[in-house]
């Protein structure tokens, strides 16, 4: 049981350049997330998605995008990398009942932006 | 703005001792409380949880203290043992299934 699969698992970026992390998970959960964890800041909520075709931005949306085509895939796009976005994000689903929720976390993908 | 704060950054404990982590929010509609348990190089995981009509909730060693009045929780962590060695963090949720983490705690149990 795979769970939750992010790729990559570590990328360097030049300034400005675009890339999308991969997440997908086969739980047939209906609720996706993207975080990013930064030293000493815990986790911040970047995008959600409820389901295949809807998206909603978290805490710190800006210089992201996501879309949400599938229930098993939810990648997050950034466009014009920017030193800040040095961190590492960690994909999670939940499912759809709301009493007693797991978060199931995927292992995380590094990102370095020089 | 932190929904929710979480203390301590770091704690250092002996075998067999307690750890304690506290977390307090301000936000009433958080209606469900999880910690996480993350190692080097892994996502977290779920350790246990607490719903806000619980006063405590104990699994194993793990216990949760939540004190609803007050708007604090705490993980306790009894007879740690090197293994618990880990980055904690406490969370809350609103909105259906939208989560806000703590900081997080660095554990650091010594043999």
Redesign the interface.
């Known amino acids: 049981n795979a769970g939750?699969t992010q790729t990559p698992k570590f990328r360097i970026l030049k300034i400005g350049q675009s890339m999308t992390l991969q997440c997908t998970q086969d739980m047939n959960h209906n609720?996706m997330?993207w975080?990013r964890q930064d030293p000493?800041?815990?986790?911040?909520?970047i995008y959600?998605s409820?389901g295949a075709g809807i998206t909603d931005k978290?805490?710190v949306p800006n210089g992201y995008n996501v879309s949400r085509s599938t229930t098993e895939d939810f990648p997050l796009r950034l466009e014009l990398a920017a030193p800040s976005q040095t961190s590492v994000y960690?994909c999670?689903s939940?499912p759809l009942k709301?009493s007693?929720?797991?978060?199931f976390?995927?292992?995380?993908t590094r990102l370095t932006v020089v | 703005q932190?929904q929710?704060k979480?203390s301590p950054?770091s704690l250092i404990v002996q075998k067999g001792g307690i750890s304690i982590i506290n977390c307090a929010y301000e936000n009433t509609a958080f209606d469900?409380f999880?910690w996480?348990q993350q190692f080097p190089?892994?996502?977290?995981?779920?350790l246990i949880?607490i719903r806000p009509d619980v006063s405590e909730k104990k699994e194993g060693r793990f216990t949760i203290s939540f004190n609803k009045s007050a708007k604090q929780f705490s993980l306790h962590i009894m007879d740690s043992q090197p293994g618990d060695s880990a980055t904690y963090?406490c969370a809350a949720?609103k909105d259906?299934?939208?989560?806000?983490?703590?900081?997080?705690t660095k554990l650091n149990v010594k043999p």
């Open positions: 939750v609720y997330y975080y000493g800041m815990g986790l911040k909520l959600y409820v978290g805490e960690f999670a939940t709301l007693n929720t797991e978060a976390f995927g292992q995380g | 932190q929710v979480q950054q469900y999880p996480y190089g892994k996502g977290p995981a779920l949880a963090f949720r259906f299934n939208k989560f806000y983490f703590g900081s997080g």
